[in-house]
């Protein structure tokens, strides 16, 4: 699996399944047991690299005794950054994160949607030519997470390659180029948006089936099942016919039928269930 | 500046910010104006006939009393070391503190290196600082100053950075309040392993005194702090010692010779052992 520079990478998986963990891996965190893997084309753990990568954690926490200002400077100097640059880029970084009427502020007083924030910023420092973020809108407002997802777009538009580990498969929908999905710490698809989203959805509204019944059309493909909304993760339009008769024929009521394009949420689901089987 | 120069301006900052060296400024101020009060009361208390003590004895007493007052200050150095020292690490792998800037282009012995020297620099300080207000309060109020200031506060300064460093150790892997409890526990079982090496010494029965050189091969503080007692010791009380024989020895208040030189080796050599423990302990812990 290679992640190009400039391109933005979603990195998905249920809980558990070594989203973190192979972030750590990369950053040199933690040890491989095997395998191997290079970042910027040095092997992972080469402390000269880490200069050019920016790492917002998912367990993000900063000195809450020092300032905004004071824990950007701290990150500057272990990068370590140029000191006569430190002003402008922490005066950048704080712009771009929204807390620059915060800066002299201890982390302390932050709420933990501000703390990510400063996380973000942290990040940022010294333009890192990779950036890996671990959840990085966890305590985010929407307000929030529209901000992040214009940071990660502005990233990739200066040709910074960002690996973005998330559940919120929306929000990878919207700005990732490539998608890997992982589960119990072994990639199961990866591909280009479009590549992974080729198939349609079809949403039906039913009444009257019991779960026998539901069990029936289990040869539809793989069924999301909400109790009367039953989502088909990917199955071809010219089948929908097919599926309502059958339907009609197991004693069900159909209320509405709604084929549209598969989304991020619907192939995840369908890519776990099939790896349970 | 040199990440492991960062590290230890920072433990620093931290103390000072988290308002520990006030708290410990203000005290120390307070216990020596308190003993100064007490040391001068000495001058001024009869006898039974009525007269002022005479200077010898005013000096041999506030001698003894110097060596009390001194185990409290041992005693508060040892015990914030081993606070302090205890979640060092393992609360900011805990918090996820550490996350951030290991991922920068940090070794982690550098951080274990940097932590221990801005707590050994505060150490040191508050050893200097403490001893230079207490011994300038008792020459004020009694005229007496021990024999080896400086080795006292030598001695003293190393009896605190023997907890830091096993503290240290602890923290690699243990939580905070383990850690601390750990440290504390083994401070004090290592006072009474040295007391008991005393009645050893005093009894001439090699095993029991063995007990004590193996504690002390251990966990040196309790040899650190006999240093700091006979640096103490007027001579005369010495000669007193000296002349009362083997039974002399079975004090823990007192010390007939300073510890020796190879003794002394062995706590350098403890200290980069205890180093290079740590810095194993967190390159292989996972975080």
Same mark, same amino acid.
């Given at each position: ?33 095997? *395998?191997? /893997? ?9 402390? @000269? %690299?880490?200069?050019?990568? *920016? ?42 994160? *929204? ?30 030519? #990779? ?8 305590? +985010?407002?929407?307000? *929030? ?22 559940? #919120? ?22 591909? %280009? ?13 039913? %009444?009257?089936?019991?779960? /026998? ?49 598969? %989304?991020?949420?619907?192939?995840? +689901? @369908? ?7 | ?17 988290? $308002? ?68 060092? !690490?393992?609360? &900011? ?16 012995? &550098? ?47 190393? &009896? ?12 690699? $892997? ?12 083994? =401070?004090?079982?290592?006072? !009474? ?15 029991? &005194? ?55 080796? =062995?706590?350098?050599? =403890? ?17």
């Amino acid at each position: 699996m290679t992640v190009p520079r400039g391109e933005v990478f979603g990195f998905l998986g249920p809980n558990g399944a070594g989203k973190t963990t192979s972030v750590k891996l990369l950053l040199g965190l933690l040890k491989p047991t095997s *395998g191997h /893997a290079s970042l910027l084309g040095r092997p992972i753990g080469d402390l @000269q %690299t880490r200069r050019k990568i *920016g790492y917002l954690p998912e367990l993000f926490r900063y000195q809450g005794w020092l300032s905004a200002r004071e824990v950007l400077a701290l990150h500057c100097e272990l990068a370590p950054l140029p000191r006569s640059s430190w002003k402008d880029e922490i005066t950048s970084a704080l712009e771009t994160v *929204g807390l620059t009427d915060r800066a002299g502020d201890r982390v302390s007083t932050f709420s933990k949607g501000m703390q990510q924030r400063l996380g973000l910023a942290a990040a940022l420092l010294g333009e890192p030519e #990779l950036v890996f973020l671990d959840e990085p809108t966890s305590a +985010l407002d929407p307000v *929030g997470r529209h901000d992040v997802r214009e940071i990660i777009r502005g990233l990739a538009s200066r040709g910074t390659a960002v690996f973005l580990n998330s559940h #919120l498969l929306s929000e990878v929908e919207q700005v990732c180029d490539r998608v890997a999905v992982v589960d119990h710490g072994r990639v199961i698809a990866s591909g %280009t948006m479009d590549e992974l989203l080729s198939g349609t959805a079809v949403k039906v509204r039913v %009444t009257g089936l019991d779960g /026998a019944g539901k069990g029936e059309l289990a040869a539809f493909g793989n069924i999301d099942d909400e109790g009367d909304h039953l989502t088909f993760t990917n199955l071809k339009p010219d089948r929908v016919p097919e599926l309502v008769s059958t339907i009609v024929g197991l004693g069900g009521k159909v209320f509405e039928v709604s084929p549209r394009h598969q %989304t991020l949420e619907d192939r995840f +689901l @369908q890519l776990l269930e099939e790896e349970e089987k | 500046m040199p990440p492991t120069l960062v590290i230890a301006r920072l433990t620093v900052q931290e103390t000072s910010r988290r $308002r520990l060296i006030l708290a410990l400024i203000i005290l120390t101020l307070i216990v020596v104006g308190f003993s100064a009060w007490g040391f001068h009361k000495i001058t001024t208390v009869t006898n039974s006939a009525g007269n002022t003590l005479p200077p010898e004895q005013v000096a041999l007493i506030t001698s003894q009393l110097l060596i009390v007052v001194t185990f409290m200050y041992s005693g508060v150095l040892a015990l914030s070391a081993a606070v302090v020292a205890g979640p060092l !690490i393992s609360s &900011e792998v805990e918090s996820g503190l550490l996350l951030s800037m290991l991922a920068r282009p940090v070794r982690r012995s &550098e951080v274990v290196i940097g932590k221990w020297l801005g707590l050994a620099v505060l150490v040191a300080l508050y050893a200097a600082g403490s001893a230079l207000f207490e011994l300038a309060a008792v020459d004020w109020a009694t005229g007496y100053l021990p024999p080896h200031p400086v080795q006292l506060v030598l001695y003293v300064g190393a &009896e605190g950075l023997v907890l830091l460093s096993l503290g240290l150790v602890l923290s690699t $892997r243990l939580s905070g309040i383990t850690g601390g409890v750990i440290a504390l526990v083994a =401070w004090l079982m290592g006072w !009474i392993g040295g007391v008991v090496g005393d009645v050893g010494a005093g009894l001439q029965n090699q095993a029991v &005194e063995n007990v004590g050189v193996i504690s002390h091969l251990i966990l040196p503080t309790d040899l650190l702090w006999r240093g700091a007692i006979y640096a103490m010791e007027p001579d005369a009380f010495l000669a007193t010692l000296r002349a009362a024989g083997t039974v002399a020895r079975a004090n823990p208040f007192a010390a007939v010779d300073p510890p020796p030189l190879p003794f002394l080796g =062995w706590v350098v050599v =403890w200290f980069g052992l205890m180093l290079a423990l740590s810095i194993w302990s967190f390159r292989t812990r996972e975080i």
